[in-house]
């Protein structure tokens, strides 16, 4: 996982494919109508480098990935690369020893898809039907890797005075995220199982936080994007893991 400050990672986290899924297709139209003039009109391979799709709806119906995911789709713009994809995860290495589908997708950094994060969060995750996902600066997935252990390899103990948080596998409910990213996606069973919100508790949150269509929550931890070595940025990551110990695993509701 290599750190490019100039882009977003996002992640979501839902139930495997199943028969003639509409979710892949969901997936990709909730990206493009919440990021304005994207078009996911594209596939890439090896042997053929970047392949149009002029029938990218179809093309997307009919396509069976052998590891149970999404097909590749990109935009064809070099200065502002999209890219998404996904692939189901084997039992053994999911929380609750539960296979799940993982949609993934890189953006750039950039004020245009800062603008519209909330909505791209909420276009793929609730496309997705996901328990939870986040979208996150890459540069800030490094101290996430860091933190989960524990491990043969990497640092003794997780960077920044953060908390170490446990493998998917050793998590016991899917319901319950791995880790907290910049902008947070629960769904009402993820908000759930972590007690999410407590008027009492969550107030700073709840300033920054959403209420989805389908009953989810987005939970912004900063107004700008996580850089964790913004002091003030590292403190609001430390409190909203104090606040959430089931979060990573690190305790049981």
């Known amino acids: 996982m290599s750190a490019n400050k100039n882009s977003f990672i996002l992640g979501v986290y839902a139930p495997v494919l199943i028969g003639n899924d509409s979710r892949p297709l969901a997936v990709a139209h909730g990206l493009e109508r919440a990021l304005p ?16 799709l002029p029938q990218r709806d179809e093309w997307v119906r009919t396509q069976k990935m052998a590891d149970g995911g ?15 994809t996904g692939w189901e995860i084997p039992a053994g290495q999911c929380p609750g020893n539960q296979p799940q589908l993982k949609v993934s997708a890189s ?5 245009a898809v800062i603008a519209a994060a909330v909505d791209i969060l909420v276009g793929v995750a609730e496309g997705a039907r996901a328990l939870w996902g986040h979208l996150t600066p890459d540069s800030v997935m490094l101290d996430i890797a860091d933190q989960t252990g524990p491990k043969l390899y990497g640092p003794e103990k997780p960077p920044r005075g953060l908390p170490a948080i446990k493998f998917p596998e050793e998590i016991p409910s899917p319901e319950i995220p791995e880790f907290f990213g910049w902008l947070n996606y629960w769904s009402a069973a993820a908000a759930s ?11 700073e949150l709840l300033s920054r936080s959403r209420r989805t269509a389908t009953g989810g929550w987005i ?19 430390k409190r909203a893991y104090e606040r959430f110990p089931e979060i990573g695993g690190r305790s049981t509701p």
Do not use: K, S, Y
Not at 70 to 84: A, G
Not at 193 to 203: L, Q, V
Not at 223 to 237: G, Q
């Open 107 to 111: 953006l750039p950094l950039d004020e």
């Open 37 to 52: 003039g994207l078009r996911l009109g594209w596939t890439m391979t090896e042997a053929e480098g970047l392949i149009p």
């Open 70 to 84: 999404l097909p590749f789709l990109c935009n064809d713009d070099e200065n502002h690369v999209v890219t998404l």
């Open 193 to 203: 199982a972590i007690g999410f919100p407590d008027p009492a508790r969550d107030a």
């Open 219 to 237: 939970v912004q931890l900063t107004d700008a994007p996580l850089d964790l070595d913004n002091p003030a940025h590292l403190d609001a990551l």
